[in-house]
């Protein structure tokens, strides 16, 4: 976004929640617009607008929407369906039903983020040659508050303005760890 159109993002804000902004100081909505430029300088202006949209039409605390809503937001309107932890352990709990001799064309099959979590084909392997209550009981949880984390972690990463991310020089190496896709929130 431009910064013309950062302050018309923040005038649209200013316009829903008029008593927030009323005793404002001007250095204080200088430093606002900024902050908000910075935040969202990557990021496709109608998309944004769209985002801030459907959270004023939404939100009920009658509180402006901070930077991570809208974020979040642009995430929900953006991104394909999203597996959640009970979904990839459904793929996963298949796979390892199925994965006793075939076990490396099953880990092959499964989603990016669920074989990061598993780690290795060979692990999908000793779940499928493990007592199945134990595998649907134990392994089941363990796998889905890992799976939850490390959704979590990209979700996280992905809100990283452009400007953070490159000084990050972590950054890089955590998103090759996670094994996620980067979503990106718009083309410039």
């Known amino acids: 976004m431009t910064l013309r159109e950062t302050q018309g993002i923040l005038a649209l804000i200013k316009a829903a929640y008029p008593s927030f902004y009323r005793d404002m100081p001007k250095a204080d909505l200088v430093a606002a617009v900024n902050l908000w430029q910075t935040q969202f300088a990557d990021y496709d202006f109608k ?3 769209a985002a801030l949209h459907a959270l004023i ?4 605390e009658g509180y402006p929407p901070t930077i991570g809503a809208v974020k979040e937001q ?10 959640n932890e009970a979904e990839a352990w459904a793929l996963v709990s298949r796979a390892a039903r199925n994965g006793a ?6 880990f092959a099959r499964l989603p990016a983020e669920v074989q990061h979590v598993i780690g290795t084909a060979e692990q999908l392997r000793a779940w499928a040659l493990m007592d199945a209550d134990e595998v649907e009981s134990i392994v089941a949880s363990n796998f889905m508050r890992a799976f939850r984390a490390a959704a979590k ?6 809100a990283l303005p452009e400007s953070v991310k490159a000084v ?8 090759e760890r996670t094994g996620f896709i980067e979503e990106h929130p718009a083309e410039p």
């Open 47 to 49: 998309l944004v607008n």
């Open 57 to 60: 039409a939404t939100q009920k």
């Open 74 to 83: 642009i995430a929900k309107l953006t991104a394909p369906h999203q597996l």
């Open 101 to 106: 001799y075939g076990y490396r064309e099953e």
């Open 153 to 158: 972690q990209e979700k996280e990463n992905n």
């Open 168 to 175: 990050l020089p972590e950054f890089s190496r955590i998103r």
